[in-house]
């Protein structure tokens, strides 16, 4: 420069379009540690739609114990105190943009932070949500009244689906995908048979399936386009004085049943090790211990993460 002098450009003068590209590649914890009290330039691209599409959790992990009462499970404070902290900061930063939200199968979170979280996120389209032990009734479907646009769900089993599916089917008209972390029943599928007929995806995969529960999807959904039952325990419930034998291949009243569908996955091989992990785990996946983040896979991809 002229006189050997240099013009010093301030951090607060970064194009925000380019500081915007940087944040994008920073996590959630990054993005929440203090970034946007910089400066307001900086704080308006940390609030800029693009980094808050998907706000995903599904590195946290609730400190835990199990208890032997209702619900279950008993989180530390201190554990509970840092998932609301996080919660709070990101969707203050994100300004009602969130879509897709992500928990971890580890995350046990409350009904208090479900509720804050539902009131901020009104444009949520996809939830994967696989621990429920604390959430009541009431709070889920406080939360399921709220997500008008949700499109997509990833659940566990719950003991009662009726209540859900039926607030799922009054508020959220364009549902079109589930995933079922957990045994599936005939109660569950005649659930869904009378609350979401429109349904288009279902994953079971890596569950217990019975096949009756089976046979009611389907039957009873008819715009079912993808069955995924990849890595199942497949039951069939006999006469007395018999009871149940676990299926060992798909017999031709189901793949009747399912050439309707553009896509049914399956997988029963004694050869594959997520279907010798679903036997030895009695179809109800122990996930953590397996390889960190192997929950998050799904044959159909639209439900992968």
């Known amino acids: 420069m002229e006189d050997g002098y240099s013009i010093a450009r301030r951090w607060e003068d970064l194009d925000t379009d380019v ?34 599409k998907t706000l995903d959790l599904s590195m946290l992990k609730s400190n835990f114990i199990i208890i032997l009462l209702d619900p279950y499970v008993y989180v530390d404070s201190r554990s509970d105190k840092m998932l609301t902290r996080l919660l709070k900061i990101s969707l203050s930063l994100s300004k009602g943009n969130i879509t897709t939200l992500i928990f971890h199968f580890n995350l046990y979170v409350s009904d208090d932070q479900l509720t804050y979280t539902a009131e901020r996120c009104p444009r949520l389209r996809r939830l994967v949500l696989p621990a429920w032990n604390r959430i009541k009734k009431t709070g889920i ?123 049914f996955l399956t997988c029963m091989k004694d050869s594959c090790i997520m279907c010798q992990r679903t036997k030895n785990d009695e179809g109800l996946m122990r996930w953590y211990k397996y390889e960190e983040g192997l929950w998050k896979a799904d044959e159909v991809s639209s439900l992968a993460l």
């Open 19 to 52: 500081l915007v590209k940087i944040l994008q590649s920073f996590n959630v914890f990054e993005l929440t540690s203090g970034i946007a009290h910089v400066c307001s330039a900086w704080r308006m691209a940390c609030c800029d739609p693009l980094l808050w």
């Open 141 to 263: 479907c406080k939360a399921i009244g709220t997500w008008k646009d949700l499109e997509s769900l990833t659940m566990p089993k719950i003991a009662n689906p009726p209540y859900l599916m039926e607030e799922i089917s009054k508020n959220c008209k364009n549902f079109n995908k589930l995933k079922i972390m957990g045994p599936f029943d005939v109660l569950f599928a005649s659930t869904l048979a009378a609350f979401l007929p429109k349904l288009k995806v279902l994953s079971l995969r890596c569950s217990v399936v019975y096949k009756d529960a089976l046979i009611i999807v389907l039957d009873g959904l008819q715009h079912l386009e993808v069955l995924n039952i990849s890595h199942c325990l497949l039951i069939e419930v006999l006469p007395p004085p018999a009871s149940k034998r676990v299926v060992k291949e798909i017999d031709e009243s189901i793949r009747r049943r399912a050439s309707q569908l553009r896509e």
